[in-house]
């Protein structure tokens, strides 16, 4: 192992990966919505666009819990462990970012046709966000105190 490359970023990889997926997907959904609005000759709902960014979150927790890693400036004979928990952590949070974003797909659907249950709709997002700030913070309890 090279000395200083602790987790090597993939904490912050996997959960932009996720993010990417997750932004994505409700991206697709809230276009289509706004396309069916416009070929109703109704408002396009600008709202939607916040479950589109909902899933961008998730990269910034993959980054704290990298930056978290590298800060913790352990000895390299943890870096093993440091890239396991990256890569296990990551993977998890992203995971979390692409449910959320598919999620939102759906929401923008049901907003988009309704025009009701904005609310609901960002309760269930914020419920799946928990899931990648439980990763991130049991994560960082994982790393060894030195």
């Known amino acids: 192992m090279v000395a200083g490359l602790g987790d090597m970023g993939f904490s912050l990889a996997f959960a932009a990966l996720g993010s990417a997926l997750g932004t994505g997907v409700a991206g697709m959904a809230a276009i289509g919505a706004w396309k069916r609005a416009f070929l109703q000759n109704k408002a396009a709902p600008f709202i939607l666009i916040a479950f589109v960014g909902a899933p961008l979150s998730q990269t910034i927790y993959g980054m704290i819990l990298r930056n978290a890693i590298k800060a913790a400036n352990l000895p390299p004979e943890t870096y093993t462990?440091?890239?396991?928990?990256?890569?296990?952590?990551?993977?998890?949070?992203?995971?979390?970012?692409?449910?959320?974003?598919?999620?939102?797909?759906?929401?923008?659907?049901?907003?988009?046709?309704?025009?009701k249950g904005f609310g609901n709709y960002i309760m269930v997002l914020g419920v799946i966000e928990t899931v990648a700030l439980f990763v991130m913070v049991f994560a960082m309890t994982a790393l060894p105190k030195l």
């Open 81 to 115: 462990y440091q890239m396991i928990l990256g890569c296990i952590a990551g993977l998890a949070i992203g995971l979390s970012a692409w449910m959320q974003g598919k999620a939102g797909a759906r929401a923008a659907d049901a907003l988009g046709e309704t025009g």
